[in-house]
């Protein structure tokens, strides 16, 4: 079992940056693929980043590529988020989400391929 809390969300104008934070309990942490989804009101949860158990791979969904970056620390059992030049369109809760399936290896992006998740933290961008 896994429990995640993120944190680090927050009020910022658009064109600012924002570093969000997913804090992982349990041993196995570097085993698990980390993502972040983010959902917005009236709205599916969608996909935004994922990394592997290494690190060594990432992908980003189309519409932050480029201007947010995941990264983690397996000695820290954490996954962040940083996103910088923030816009209005990426105002949502934001998701930290553990797969455990694929060991890490490889990456989902869907919803269902994860198996925990966090409670989210509140992302807001002003125009």
């Known amino acids: 079992q896994v429990q995640l809390v993120e944190s680090g969300g927050g009020l910022v104008q658009a064109g600012g940056s924002l570093r969000l934070s997913c804090a992982a309990s349990?041993?196995?942490?570097?085993?698990?693929?980390m993502g972040w989804f983010r959902q917005a009101p009236g709205k599916e949860r969608e996909f935004v980043a994922a990394?592997?158990?290494?690190?060594?791979?990432?992908y980003y969904a189309d519409s932050v590529k480029g201007r947010f970056t995941i990264s983690r620390d397996n000695a820290r059992n954490t996954v962040t988020l940083q996103m910088n030049n923030l816009k209005p369109e990426d105002a949502a809760v934001y998701y930290c989400?553990?797969?455990?399936?694929?060991?890490?290896?490889?990456?989902?992006?869907?919803?269902?391929?994860?198996?925990?998740w966090g409670q989210g933290t509140q992302v807001t961008v002003s125009s």
């Open positions: 349990g041993r196995a942490f570097s085993w698990y693929g």
């Open positions: 990394i592997s158990w290494s690190g060594g791979s990432t």
């Open positions: 989400a553990a797969d455990r399936r694929r060991f890490g290896v490889t990456i989902t992006l869907l919803v269902s391929g994860y198996d925990y």
